[in-house]
């Protein structure tokens, strides 16, 4: 069972970044993806999830209208566009999943309440 995140890096001030994340080993078409972020000396919370069609996302309210998840089935990947990048957007970025099916609602926005993780990716913002 794998998430495997990508596309972090530097970034100036009002640039973009792309991360995916891309699943194996997973019925990721079942699944809930949702992206995290975690500060250092933070704890990890949840910017951003997709329903298992993405036809249906939530955001974060501080990155709502700047950043875009979704989805691709058929590579079992999902992605997170990021614009107008800020220096309070620093953080590690994590991709999680869950069948949304364990759940009353299709998303939810604690950590815990995701059984597959990625690693992690690192995103900078400079000012």
């Known amino acids: 069972v794998q998430l495997v995140e990508s596309g972090g890096g530097l970034v100036q001030a009002g640039g973009s970044l792309r991360l995916s994340c891309a699943a194996s080993?997973?019925?990721?078409?079942?699944?809930?993806m949702g992206w995290f972020r975690q500060a250092p000396g933070e704890e990890r919370v949840i910017i951003a999830a997709?329903?298992?069609?993405?036809?249906?996302?939530y955001y974060v309210a501080s990155v709502s209208g700047r950043f875009a998840i979704s989805r691709d089935n058929a590579k079992n990947t999902v992605y997170l566009q990021m614009n107008s990048l800020k220096p309070e957007d620093t953080a590690v970025y994590y991709c999680?999943?869950?069948?949304?099916?364990?759940?009353?609602?299709?998303?939810?926005?604690?950590?815990?309440?995701?059984?597959?993780w990625g690693q992690g990716t690192q995103v900078t913002v400079s000012s």
């Open positions: 080993e997973l019925p990721f078409g079942t699944l809930t």
């Open positions: 999680a999943g869950h069948p949304s099916s364990a759940w009353s609602t299709w998303y939810r926005t604690g950590a815990n309440e995701y059984d597959y």
């Open positions: 997709v329903n298992w069609s993405g036809g249906r996302t």
